[in-house]
């Protein structure tokens, strides 16, 4: 008696757990799209057209994305992933093929529909023909940073819209409405960035790197000089005193570093220039774990309004 309770309690739970299984949605039952990304800026927009995909970043905005380890975890992650989407342009060099041959998946080799490469869908600003000897962390392919430039974002959303339809067919009607809904707001919030950053056309800026080049671009702001002596180098104490030299009869509006970056030289310059009159900005290069910065549109919200706060006049 007592199996046969036992047995007519297991028959029972099965038929629940089918009966619950039939009432979900079809694309509550179908496993989630596993999809891994190089940097927080391309794992913000794989949600935003992908809302119900996993995604795996590899790195975070306090993480210089050049220099990566590639950890167990990731190599994990990679090895499930029928998507990777990363950078390119050489951003990833150092890590990136290490992580695609650790994994094994042949799904995001180099060439294969699962691999998608940001840098390929735009034209990258500072290419070059060749590169001399010892002339830093130079990528010849062009600047790779393109994510902050608001036009050039959307174009790889166009992309990457159409090849999350290639790898999850099933969806492919799914990100066509939410992309075309994306690209709709995005525009909408491009157009009111331009207008409120109007007055910071022309305005002067010292940096650290090439990481805002793009932003730069995009808001017509003037990077006059770079904290660091060559690509990738860091900044010298001899470096820093020239570029003092270079701008102290005209300051730039701010010193800017990113949030990976050591904030040391740009607050020395900052503090020499006209006792603290161009403050030092640790700006959010990426999108950030929490916080304003958390989304892409937030992220271009906080960059910009710290510039323009630096550019009102004291």
Request: with cysteine; glycine share 8%; charged share 25%.
């Given at each position: 008696m007592v199996r046969t309770l036992s047995r007519y309690s297991r028959l029972f739970a099965l038929a629940l757990a089918l009966a619950l299984a039939a009432a979900l949605p079809a694309a509550a039952r179908a496993e989630a799209l596993q999809v891994f990304a190089c940097e927080p800026e391309w794992a913000a927009l794989v949600k935003a057209l992908a809302p119900g995909a996993q995604v795996t970043?590899?790195?975070?905005?306090?993480?210089?994305?050049?220099?990566?380890?590639?950890?167990?975890?990731?190599?994990?992650?990679?090895?499930?992933?029928?998507?990777?989407?990363?950078?390119?342009?050489?951003?990833?060099?150092?890590?990136?093929?290490m992580l695609q041959q650790r994994a094994g998946n042949a799904a995001v080799r180099d060439g294969q529909p699962g691999m998608f490469y940001a840098a390929r869908q735009v034209e990258l600003i500072d290419q070059r023909d060749r590169i001399g000897f010892n002339e830093g962390d130079v990528h010849p392919e062009g600047n790779p940073h393109l994510h902050l430039d608001p036009d050039r974002l959307a174009q790889v959303a166009r992309a990457l819209s159409q090849r999350l339809a290639q790898?999850?067919?099933?969806?492919?009607?799914?990100?066509?409405?939410?992309?075309?809904?994306?690209?709709?707001?995005?525009?909408?919030?491009?157009?009111?960035?331009?207008?409120?950053a109007a007055p910071l056309k022309g305005q002067r800026v010292v940096a650290q790197h090439s990481t805002f080049a793009y932003l730069w671009r995009w808001l017509g702001v003037r990077q006059v000089a770079d904290l660091e002596p060559k690509p990738g180098v860091p900044p010298t104490p001899a470096h820093l005193q020239a570029v003092l030299a270079q701008v102290l009869a005209q300051p730039p509006i701010a010193t800017v570093h990113a949030l990976y970056q050591d904030g040391r030289p740009s607050a020395w310059l900052a503090q020499q220039l006209c006792e603290g009159r161009a403050p030092a900005l640790a700006l959010p290069s990426t999108v950030t774990d929490d916080g304003p910065a958390s989304t892409l549109e937030g992220l271009f919200e906080q960059d910009i309004a710290a510039l323009l706060k630096a550019a009102a006049p004291r």
């Open positions: 970043a590899a790195t975070h905005a306090r993480q210089d994305p050049h220099y990566i380890e590639a950890r167990p975890a990731l190599i994990s992650a990679l090895r499930r992933a029928r998507l990777a989407v990363c950078t390119g342009a050489s951003l990833e060099a150092g890590w990136l093929p790898v999850d067919p099933a969806g492919a009607a799914g990100y066509q409405e939410r992309h075309t809904a994306w690209q709709a707001e995005w525009a909408r919030r491009g157009a009111d960035w331009r207008q409120r």
